[in-house]
């Protein structure tokens, strides 16, 4: 949970880097209150309006933290406009977001790997 919580912490922050656990552990957690939220508003026949609230509240976080990935992996932040692909730009970045970061600084900054051990 405090993967989740630090990627909010840095809220727009789109320099430096993220490792693969922060990246993941958000996505999983973003995921997973995505589907109870969506569980919830079903049962009660809502028409979605709290899912999309959710969603609008975690577009620049998610944006950020994916940009930080890409970053980890020395690539431009720029890369992340490869989701406009149809199916293959998706799988581009799928790939990039599994890759391990460089080792050791780059361009973007120290080894988030190095700074926390």
């Known amino acids: 949970m405090n993967w989740y919580l630090e990627v909010f912490r840095k809220y727009a922050v789109f320099s430096g880097r993220a490792r ?7 996505f999983l957690f973003n ?3 995505s589907f109870v939220l969506g569980f919830v508003e079903g049962l009660l026949g809502g028409p ?3 899912g999309m609230l959710y969603s609008l509240a975690v577009l620049i976080p998610s944006i ?3 940009v930080r990935r890409l970053h980890d992996t020395g690539r431009s932040g720029w890369w992340l406009l490869l ?3 149809p199916l293959i730009g998706a799988l581009i970045l799928l790939v990039f ?7 050791g600084s780059n361009e973007y900054g120290p080894n988030p790997k190095e700074l926390i051990g």
Do not use: H, T
């Not at 693969?20 to 958000?26: A, H, K, N, T, V």
């Open 83 to 85: 989701v406009f692909l």
């Open 48 to 50: 979605g309006v709290i």
């Open 20 to 26: 693969r656990q922060e990246y993941w552990m958000f």
């Open 97 to 103: 977001m599994v890759l391990d970061g460089n080792e």
């Open 64 to 66: 950020a933290v994916s």
């Open 31 to 33: 995921m997973i209150i």
